[in-house]
């Protein structure tokens, strides 16, 4: 049972990027599934989340309107597209699997990890 980050890169600000959270072992649509991420020296924060139906989204405040999280449960699949990127948004991106089928932005609610993808935005 594991998720596989994948996607991250160097780009410039301003750019896109696009992160994937495939599952295996388990099938994720039954689950809601979160993108945290973190900075050096600095906690794991929230970044979004879908719920297992990809029906409801939630948003950091400082990623609204630049990222979009979606879903592709026939693929075991989900997605972070990234647009308008900024220098603060260099991080490890780590998706989650939710215990349950509603989106949180608590830690604790999730429980598994995957092993987190590295987004470097250059000014």
């Known amino acids: 049972v594991q998720l596989q980050a994948s996607g991250g890169g160097l780009v410039q600000a301003g750019g896109s990027l696009r992160l994937s959270c495939e599952a295996s072992?388990?099938?994720?649509?039954?689950?809601?599934v979160g993108w945290f991420r973190q900075a050096p020296g600095t906690e794991r924060k929230f970044v979004a989340a879908i719920d297992w139906g990809g029906v409801r989204t939630k948003y950091a405040d400082s990623v609204k309107g630049r990222f979009t999280i979606s879903r592709e449960n026939a693929k075991n699949t989900v997605y972070l597209q990234m647009t308008n990127l900024e220098p603060e948004d260099t991080a490890v991106y780590y998706c989650a699997k939710d215990r349950g089928r509603l989106t949180s932005v608590r830690l604790l609610n999730y429980d598994k990890w995957g092993q987190g993808t590295l987004v470097t935005v250059s000014s």
């Open positions: 072992g388990f099938t994720i649509s039954n689950f809601a």
